[in-house]
Protein backbone atom coordinates (compact mmCIF):
# COMPACT_ATOMS: atom_id res chain seq x y z
CA UNK A 1 0.00 0.00 0.00
CA UNK A 2 1.31 3.32 -0.58
CA UNK A 3 1.28 6.03 1.97
CA UNK A 4 2.23 9.68 2.02
CA UNK A 5 2.70 11.63 5.36
CA UNK A 6 2.86 15.59 5.65
CA UNK A 7 3.57 16.55 9.13
CA UNK A 8 3.18 20.44 9.27
CA UNK A 9 -0.25 21.06 9.26
CA UNK A 10 0.11 24.97 9.05
CA UNK A 11 3.99 26.80 8.41
CA UNK A 12 4.49 29.99 8.16
CA UNK A 13 7.39 31.93 6.48
CA UNK A 14 8.75 35.88 6.66
CA UNK A 15 8.54 37.41 2.55
CA UNK A 16 12.14 36.22 1.05
CA UNK A 17 13.01 33.83 3.28
CA UNK A 18 13.18 30.01 2.15
CA UNK A 19 10.95 27.52 3.43
CA UNK A 20 10.75 23.83 3.28
CA UNK A 21 7.31 21.48 3.67
CA UNK A 22 8.08 17.90 4.86
CA UNK A 23 6.63 15.06 2.56
CA UNK A 24 7.76 11.77 3.49
CA UNK A 25 5.77 8.23 1.94
CA UNK A 26 5.65 4.73 1.56
CA UNK A 27 5.86 2.43 -0.70
CA UNK A 28 7.13 -0.88 -1.81
CA UNK A 29 7.05 -0.40 -5.38
CA UNK A 30 10.66 0.53 -6.71
CA UNK A 31 9.22 2.76 -9.69
CA UNK A 32 7.09 5.51 -8.74
CA UNK A 33 6.85 9.65 -8.98
CA UNK A 34 6.57 12.45 -6.85
CA UNK A 35 4.71 15.13 -7.39
CA UNK A 36 4.10 18.60 -5.43
CA UNK A 37 0.67 20.90 -6.26
CA UNK A 38 -0.36 23.68 -4.88
CA UNK A 39 -3.70 24.78 -4.33
CA UNK A 40 -4.57 28.49 -3.43
CA UNK A 41 -7.76 30.29 -1.85
CA UNK A 42 -9.00 30.00 -5.31
CA UNK A 43 -9.57 25.98 -5.49
CA UNK A 44 -7.72 25.15 -8.37
CA UNK A 45 -4.88 22.78 -7.87
CA UNK A 46 -1.72 23.87 -9.54
CA UNK A 47 1.31 21.14 -10.37
CA UNK A 48 4.41 22.70 -9.45
CA UNK A 49 7.59 19.89 -9.57
CA UNK A 50 8.12 16.28 -9.96
CA UNK A 51 10.31 14.13 -8.92
CA UNK A 52 10.82 10.04 -10.35
CA UNK A 53 12.15 7.45 -8.10
CA UNK A 54 14.92 6.78 -10.92
CA UNK A 55 16.20 10.34 -11.43
CA UNK A 56 19.90 11.05 -9.99
CA UNK A 57 19.16 14.48 -9.53
CA UNK A 58 17.16 16.88 -7.41
CA UNK A 59 14.28 18.02 -9.39
CA UNK A 60 13.98 21.73 -9.57
CA UNK A 61 11.40 24.47 -11.28
CA UNK A 62 11.94 27.92 -10.92
CA UNK A 63 12.04 28.59 -7.19
CA UNK A 64 10.56 25.56 -6.37
CA UNK A 65 13.32 22.25 -5.70
CA UNK A 66 12.46 19.05 -4.01
CA UNK A 67 14.88 17.91 -1.76
CA UNK A 68 14.57 13.92 -2.50
CA UNK A 69 16.42 11.16 0.10
CA UNK A 70 15.53 8.32 -1.13
CA UNK A 71 16.68 6.15 1.80
CA UNK A 72 14.68 7.86 4.02
CA UNK A 73 11.62 8.32 1.51
CA UNK A 74 11.27 11.69 2.43
CA UNK A 75 10.55 14.53 -0.49
CA UNK A 76 10.33 17.61 0.90
CA UNK A 77 9.70 20.96 -1.45
CA UNK A 78 11.79 24.09 -1.03
CA UNK A 79 10.69 26.99 -1.90
CA UNK A 80 13.22 29.98 -2.26
CA UNK A 81 12.80 33.67 -1.75
CA UNK A 82 8.80 33.08 -0.75
CA UNK A 83 6.11 35.69 -1.93
CA UNK A 84 2.97 36.60 -0.51
CA UNK A 85 1.77 34.97 -3.15
CA UNK A 86 2.54 31.18 -2.37
CA UNK A 87 0.50 31.53 1.19
CA UNK A 88 -1.62 28.43 -0.19
CA UNK A 89 -2.03 24.45 0.71
CA UNK A 90 0.71 22.59 -0.45
CA UNK A 91 0.04 19.01 -1.45
CA UNK A 92 2.50 16.05 -1.73
CA UNK A 93 1.73 13.12 -3.78
CA UNK A 94 2.67 9.79 -4.97
CA UNK A 95 2.11 7.30 -7.87
CA UNK A 96 3.40 4.15 -7.74
CA UNK A 97 4.17 2.99 -11.36
CA UNK A 98 4.11 -0.86 -11.29
CA UNK A 99 1.75 -1.28 -8.32
CA UNK A 100 -1.05 1.84 -8.28
CA UNK A 101 -0.12 3.79 -11.24
CA UNK A 102 -3.96 4.39 -11.54
CA UNK A 103 -4.21 6.47 -8.02
CA UNK A 104 -2.17 9.51 -7.55
CA UNK A 105 -2.16 9.34 -3.65
CA UNK A 106 -2.01 12.69 -1.73
CA UNK A 107 -0.70 13.61 1.63
CA UNK A 108 -3.47 15.90 4.09
CA UNK A 109 -1.51 19.17 2.69
CA UNK A 110 0.47 21.65 4.42
CA UNK A 111 -0.85 25.39 4.93
CA UNK A 112 1.63 28.06 4.50
CA UNK A 113 1.72 31.75 5.29
CA UNK A 114 3.94 34.30 3.99
CA UNK A 115 4.36 37.21 5.99
CA UNK A 116 5.03 40.40 4.86
CA UNK B 1 -6.03 25.95 -24.40
CA UNK B 2 -9.40 24.36 -22.19
CA UNK B 3 -7.40 21.36 -20.88
CA UNK B 4 -9.74 19.82 -18.31
CA UNK B 5 -13.51 21.36 -17.87
CA UNK B 6 -15.91 20.63 -14.93
CA UNK B 7 -19.35 21.87 -14.77
CA UNK B 8 -21.07 22.76 -12.36
CA UNK B 9 -18.40 25.06 -10.05
CA UNK B 10 -21.40 24.74 -7.10
CA UNK B 11 -24.23 22.83 -6.57
CA UNK B 12 -26.74 22.32 -3.83
CA UNK B 13 -28.63 19.07 -3.48
CA UNK B 14 -31.35 17.57 -1.59
CA UNK B 15 -30.70 14.27 0.07
CA UNK B 16 -31.80 11.52 -2.13
CA UNK B 17 -31.99 13.58 -5.47
CA UNK B 18 -29.26 12.78 -8.03
CA UNK B 19 -26.98 14.44 -9.94
CA UNK B 20 -23.62 14.50 -12.64
CA UNK B 21 -20.85 15.68 -12.44
CA UNK B 22 -19.48 16.46 -16.21
CA UNK B 23 -15.69 16.60 -16.98
CA UNK B 24 -13.90 17.22 -19.96
CA UNK B 25 -10.67 17.10 -21.27
CA UNK B 26 -9.29 18.27 -24.71
CA UNK B 27 -5.91 16.81 -24.62
CA UNK B 28 -6.40 13.61 -25.87
CA UNK B 29 -5.76 12.02 -22.38
CA UNK B 30 -6.34 8.09 -21.33
CA UNK B 31 -6.24 8.39 -18.15
CA UNK B 32 -9.01 10.19 -16.32
CA UNK B 33 -10.16 10.00 -12.96
CA UNK B 34 -12.24 11.32 -9.84
CA UNK B 35 -10.97 12.65 -6.74
CA UNK B 36 -13.00 14.11 -3.51
CA UNK B 37 -11.31 16.39 -0.86
CA UNK B 38 -12.78 16.68 2.71
CA UNK B 39 -11.18 19.50 5.22
CA UNK B 40 -7.71 17.33 6.75
CA UNK B 41 -8.00 14.35 4.26
CA UNK B 42 -6.45 15.43 1.14
CA UNK B 43 -7.59 14.11 -1.93
CA UNK B 44 -8.83 10.36 -2.48
CA UNK B 45 -9.71 8.47 -5.64
CA UNK B 46 -13.38 8.53 -6.40
CA UNK B 47 -13.36 6.18 -10.04
CA UNK B 48 -10.69 6.37 -12.19
CA UNK B 49 -10.81 5.32 -16.28
CA UNK B 50 -7.53 4.18 -18.53
CA UNK B 51 -9.61 4.30 -21.90
CA UNK B 52 -13.02 4.83 -23.60
CA UNK B 53 -15.21 1.75 -22.51
CA UNK B 54 -13.10 0.94 -19.35
CA UNK B 55 -13.53 2.51 -15.76
CA UNK B 56 -12.91 1.29 -12.50
CA UNK B 57 -13.21 2.44 -8.82
CA UNK B 58 -11.17 4.10 -6.56
CA UNK B 59 -10.52 4.48 -2.76
CA UNK B 60 -13.65 5.83 -2.27
CA UNK B 61 -16.06 4.18 -4.90
CA UNK B 62 -19.88 3.61 -2.87
CA UNK B 63 -22.57 6.09 -4.45
CA UNK B 64 -20.82 7.04 -7.36
CA UNK B 65 -21.26 6.12 -10.82
CA UNK B 66 -19.21 6.45 -14.10
CA UNK B 67 -18.57 5.65 -17.50
CA UNK B 68 -16.29 6.71 -20.27
CA UNK B 69 -17.93 6.40 -24.00
CA UNK B 70 -15.73 8.78 -25.23
CA UNK B 71 -11.94 9.81 -25.01
CA UNK B 72 -12.68 13.38 -23.95
CA UNK B 73 -15.53 13.13 -21.00
CA UNK B 74 -15.66 11.15 -17.86
CA UNK B 75 -19.14 12.08 -15.78
CA UNK B 76 -19.32 11.31 -12.45
CA UNK B 77 -23.09 10.53 -11.13
CA UNK B 78 -24.32 10.57 -7.57
CA UNK B 79 -27.25 7.95 -7.79
CA UNK B 80 -28.68 9.44 -4.65
CA UNK B 81 -27.08 12.11 -2.56
CA UNK B 82 -26.28 11.77 1.01
CA UNK B 83 -24.84 14.89 3.14
CA UNK B 84 -22.01 12.62 3.74
CA UNK B 85 -21.18 13.57 -0.30
CA UNK B 86 -20.99 16.97 0.35
CA UNK B 87 -17.28 17.51 -0.79
CA UNK B 88 -15.10 19.75 -3.20
CA UNK B 89 -14.83 17.38 -6.75
CA UNK B 90 -11.99 17.63 -8.84
CA UNK B 91 -11.78 15.52 -11.96
CA UNK B 92 -7.65 15.17 -13.03
CA UNK B 93 -6.37 13.73 -16.38
CA UNK B 94 -2.99 12.42 -17.81
CA UNK B 95 -2.10 10.83 -21.09
CA UNK B 96 -1.37 7.84 -19.68
CA UNK B 97 -1.56 6.03 -16.25
CA UNK B 98 1.98 4.76 -16.68
CA UNK B 99 3.30 8.10 -18.02
CA UNK B 100 5.92 10.02 -15.63
CA UNK B 101 3.86 13.28 -16.23
CA UNK B 102 2.01 15.87 -13.89
CA UNK B 103 -2.32 14.92 -13.30
CA UNK B 104 -3.87 17.86 -14.63
CA UNK B 105 -6.69 18.95 -12.73
CA UNK B 106 -9.84 20.78 -13.37
CA UNK B 107 -11.40 23.74 -11.15
CA UNK B 108 -13.12 21.82 -8.84
CA UNK B 109 -16.96 21.57 -8.09
CA UNK B 110 -18.17 22.11 -4.63
CA UNK B 111 -21.17 20.18 -3.84
CA UNK B 112 -23.15 20.72 -0.84
CA UNK B 113 -25.88 17.61 -0.19
CA UNK B 114 -28.59 19.25 2.39
Redesign the interface.
Known amino acids: AQK ?1 TQTQPGMFVQEKEAVTLDCTYDTSDPSY ?1 L ?1 W ?1 KQPSS ?3 I ?1 LI ?1 Q ?1 SYDQQNATEGRYSLNFQKARKSANLVISASQLGDSAMY ?1 C ?1 MRA ?1 RTG ?4 F ?4 TRLTVIP | NAGVTQTPKFQVLKTGQSMTLQCAQDMNHEYMSWYRQDPGMGLRLIHYSVGAGITDQGEVPNGYNVSRSTTEDFPLRLLSAAPSQTSVYFCASSLTATNTGELFFGEGSRLTVL
Not at chain 1, 101 to 104: D, E, K, S
Not at chain 1, 106 to 109: A, K, N, Q, R, V
Open positions: IGFYGEMFYGFAFANNLFGTG
